[in-house]
């Protein structure tokens, strides 16, 4: 319905896999996990393209804190913008709790920041994405990285083999990630 919390596919507590699918013009994000839970979806070879026709500011997978017993994976997957306020990828601990993350092979392209890490604790593995125009918002204060790191020293990842084209900024660091 265009909420703010409310994704074409929603989820608290839990680790599904979502595969080979087509996810296109919702008004939120194609994949969202609550900021309070711990969920470790499985995201593999689909194609999320245009969502958040709303245009508020979010992404097209939006997670949080990832379950203990696993990681999140995104993996193979096509995320293709249109709206000046939707990013691609955002892994977050907004309110608290860990994220380890593998976001590998994707596609990630036209939508206002490629992927983002943002908070603490947070873990992640980004290699081999093809990271090209993600800057349809126009405004480096607001968006524009290929990819963005917030936090302080607990957010940790490595970065290896992505190309970065087309962006405002091609890696953006804030505070001390």
């Given at each position: 319905?265009?909420?703010?919390?409310?994704?074409?596919?929603?989820?608290?507590?839990?680790?599904?896999?979502?595969?080979?699918?087509?996810?296109?013009?919702?008004?939120?994000?194609?994949?969202?996990?609550?900021?309070?839970?711990?969920?470790?979806?499985?995201?593999?070879?689909?194609?999320?393209?245009q969502?958040?026709?709303?245009?508020?500011?979010?992404?097209?997978?939006?997670?949080?804190?990832?379950s203990?017993?696993?990681?999140?994976?995104?993996?193979?997957?096509?995320?293709?913008?249109?709206?000046e306020?939707?990013?691609?990828?955002?892994?977050?601990?907004?309110?608290?709790?860990?994220?380890?993350?593998?976001?590998?092979?994707?596609?990630?392209?036209?939508?206002?920041?490629?992927?983002?890490?943002?908070?603490?604790?947070?873990?992640a593995?980004?290699?081999?994405?093809?990271?090209?125009?993600?800057d349809?918002?126009?405004?480096?204060?607001?968006?524009?990285?290929?990819?963005?790191?917030?936090?302080?020293?607990?957010?940790?990842?490595?970065?290896?083999?992505?190309?970065?084209?087309?962006?405002?900024?091609?890696?953006?660091?804030?505070?001390q990630?």
């Open positions: 319905n265009g909420s703010d919390c409310t994704g074409t596919i929603d989820m608290i507590n839990s680790n599904p896999v979502i595969r080979n699918s087509l996810v296109y013009e919702n008004m939120g994000p194609a994949v969202l996990s609550a900021a309070n839970g711990n969920s470790s979806p499985q995201i593999f070879d689909n194609q999320l393209l969502n958040c026709t709303s245009n508020l500011n979010m992404p097209q997978i939006n997670l949080g804190p990832s203990p017993a696993d990681s999140i994976r995104i993996i193979g997957n096509t995320i293709s913008g249109l709206y306020n939707s990013g691609g990828i955002a892994v977050a601990t907004l309110a608290g709790g860990t994220i380890r993350a593998i976001i590998q092979g994707n596609l990630i392209e036209n939508n206002r920041y490629g992927i983002t890490a943002f908070g603490m604790n947070i873990y593995l980004i290699v081999g994405n093809q990271i090209l125009n993600n349809i918002q126009g405004d480096p204060m607001l968006g524009g990285s290929g990819i963005n790191f917030w936090g302080d020293h607990t957010n940790q990842s490595m970065i290896t083999g992505n190309p970065i084209s087309g962006n405002l900024s091609a890696i953006t660091v804030q505070n990630p």
